[in-house]
């Protein structure tokens, strides 16, 4: 495998080799574990695609799936919730 080099900002690099020191790695190394964490579109509509064919083959079809709740919906309606709740009481959220 080559190198590449990438053209970042001083402060950048600087924050990189801050966090890469910290996890004991070189910045490189860094760069490739955060972009491993990291999906294309095209990865995450295979995931969907997959998450899918996996559900229709324990009984579900598309339609349920599609009017199951959202999981990041549901996350932000509960944060709403309780910065609401927070805001009534007067405490920070």
Known sequence: MGDSTIKVPDTTRDHLAALARERGMTIGGLVTALAN????????????RQSRRL?????????????MPSV??????????????????????
Not at 37 to 48: F, K, S
């Open 37 to 48: 964490q990291e999906h294309t579109a095209e990865q995450l509509a295979e995931r969907v």
């Open 55 to 67: 559900m229709r083959d324990r009984g579900i079809d598309d339609s349920q799936l599609d009017a």
């Open 72 to 93: 990041l919906e549901n996350a932000y309606a509960i944060a709403a919730e309780k910065s609401v709740q927070n805001l009534k009481r007067g405490t920070a959220a």
